[in-house]
């Protein structure tokens, strides 16, 4: 059966080729391509044309902004419509997003680029429409986690949109752009590299999988319910609010997430209290305990997961259910009590405060606040359906087959670019331009990509730069190896476009910080269009030499 077919049908793809519309798509592309270097005066026959990846790297907003000004002057420079694909990860998938939101985009770019500064600048999205939104997600979806709550009440407050619309409804508008390839990874598959399996994931307008094993789904299938490769409950495809929480959900580590999200919850509740009618119980207790409550139980995991002491908290939760159940909190626990000689299971005291929590004197705290609450505790972030989930392909590790779900998170949290994704031998790529926009060593991306690679016989050139240099390093890079791709490497902030004030910069750019004024977003574009304008020349001859580089092969 055809790559098409399956996916009509909502069957699994084992393969290590690309789906049918994606190779009718680059074949259109590349004729682009090909019409953008005769303009440039590089001249090859069609069979000839290089493959060009651009990679945007992770970086929340600064990221986000740092590719559109980036993009522009591609534009200008005439070397956009050289591009065949763009992949980004974290915050480079809010700019994809916006920008595929236009038909056609890359054709009108300049426009589009005000349009979306204007949305970026302006207003933020209403509490009202967020908490319709969470409700939505809440209601509608089998599986809830704290991507759905990191989509409302984070990545909202710097995109200042809800995105409704899915990738496959951009796909039917999709004709003269680059490929689009939003990238994740497969957390299990992080935490237990050791055992086997792939944690690098893509998400395309056709399918989504795993980059390196082969094994994918229709994108709108992605998140339903599949035994042994067949569809086995269809769940609604993610939306674009939804992916670029899913692909962006690392702009810090645990504990400022943990309290990022916490105020916004006690926010939620109270505007919950405000607008939707109540039980009217005289019994219920003070809504504040049952917070409290809530708190101290995100705590003790936190505690458990580090390997602090509990107790205290512990017992405080103990205390505070006996005032709001009386004896009911008291038999829920008797089993679960903690002493020297039992090992405290924090997932069963978990689910039994949360009990008793929804036991009907209780009612002060929501079924959403609840769950919230039960997802911070258990810190579940983007959990699926697994669609491999029962098969039997001895060319999928098995790790990647027996979990019935499978939970997906920011690509950024193992490597903070694109790399695997435009990896993939089928996608025969000869150059990748890759903007980094990281807010650490600047060479780390590429640095681990190429150990990765060194790993799993993926060939990728040396990346030799002297430790030194991340302090203070060039606005560009080139890398080149025997049957590799040539790497274009462009940090943010470099010598030459911010002298001697890099690191004010790096500082006035925080990944973890509130949204950025149109001033800010001026300054960053600018700065990032530097690094492209600068190099102009510089891309051209690598471009020059990759295409002569495919002649020659080509005649062997």
């Known amino acids: 059966m055809s790559a098409s077919k399956l996916q009509e049908s909502g ?87 916006s920008l595929y939101q236009e038909p056609n985009w890359s054709t009108k770019l300049e426009t589009v680029k005000d349009q979306i500064i204007k949305r970026l600048t302006g207003p933020k999205v209403s509490w009202g429409d967020a908490f319709a939104k969470l409700k939505k997600y809440y209601y509608e979806k089998e599986i809830f986690s704290l991507t759905d709550v990191w989509a409302v009440m984070a990545v909202t407050e710097y995109v200042k949109e809800i995105d409704k619309f899915t990738l496959t409804d951009q796909w039917n508008q999709l004709s003269k752009d680059p490929f689009p390839i939003y990238t994740a990874i497969d957390k299990h598959c992080k935490e237990e590299k050791e055992k086997g399996g792939d944690p690098w994931f893509e998400i395309s307008p056709h399918e989504a999988g795993y980059s390196l094993t082969g094994a994918f789904v229709g994108t709108s299938s992605f998140g339903s319910q599949f035994h042994n490769g067949s569809k086995k409950k269809p769940q609604p495809e993610t939306d674009m609010l939804y992916l670029q929480a899913l692909c962006g959900s690392a702009l810090a580590d645990r504990d400022e997430i943990f309290k ?3 105020e916004k919850i006690k926010g ?12 009217d119980n005289p019994k219920a207790p003070p809504a504040y305990k049952c917070y409290q409550v809530l708190t101290d139980l995100v705590d003790v995991n936190l505690a458990v997961l580090n390997g602090k002491d509990y107790f205290a908290l512990e017992q405080s939760i103990r205390k ?7 004896s009911k ?41 609840l769950s919230i609450c039960i997802c911070m505790a258990q810190w579940i972030w983007g959990r699926h359906y697994n669609f491999l989930h029962k098969m039997t392909d001895e060319t999928v590790p098995s790790t990647l087959l027996k979990s019935e779900k499978r939970d997906y998170e920011d690509a950024g949290l193992l490597l903070n670019s694109p790399y ?39 060939p990728f050139p040396e990346v030799n730069v002297p430790s030194e240099k991340a302090k203070k390093p060039k606005d560009f890079y080139v ?10 490497h462009i940090p943010l902030f470099n010598v030459v476009n911010c002298g001697d004030n890099i690191e004010a910069w790096r500082s006035n750019y925080g990944t973890f910080q509130g949204s950025y004024s149109a001033e800010m977003i001026t300054d960053l574009m600018d700065v990032a269009g530097k690094n492209i304008s600068n190099n102009r020349e510089k891309l051209l001859e690598q471009i020059q030499a990759v295409t002569e580089q495919k002649r020659q092969l080509m005649t062997i």
């Open 329 to 369: 909190s008291h038999l829920i626990f008797q089993a679960g009590k903690t002493n020297l000689a039992t090992k405290f299971d924090v997932k069963k005291f978990t689910e039994g405060v949360c009990k008793d929590l929804s036991q009907p004197l209780c009612i002060c705290i929501s079924d959403l606040v």
């Open 11 to 97: 069957e699994v793809r084992i393969a290590h080729s690309l789906h049918t519309n994606e190779e009718e798509f680059v074949a259109r592309r590349r004729e682009t391509v090909f019409q953008s270097l005769q303009k440039l005066k590089i001249h090859c026959s069609k069979s000839e044309v290089p493959n060009i990846a651009l990679l945007g790297s992770g970086g929340g907003q600064r990221a986000m902004v740092g590719l559109l000004g980036s993009l522009v002057q591609l534009d200008k420079a005439g070397l956009l419509d050289c591009i065949l694909y763009l992949s980004g990860v974290s915050g480079s998938t809010w700019c994809m997003a």
């Open 320 to 326: 505070t259910l006996k005032e709001l159940s009386g």
């Open 268 to 279: 939620e509740a109270a505007f919950e209290d405000s607008v939707l009618p109540r039980v």
């Open 420 to 458: 695997f994704s435009v990896l993939r031998e089928e996608r025969d790529i000869d150059l990748i331009i890759s903007l980094d926009f990281s807010g650490g060593d600047p060479f780390k991306t590429v640095k681990e990509t190429h150990k990765l690679c060194e790993e799993l016989n993926i």
């Open 479 to 488: 890398f080149k190896g025997k049957n590799a791709p040539t790497v274009i």
């Open 260 to 262: 990022f999200l916490w």
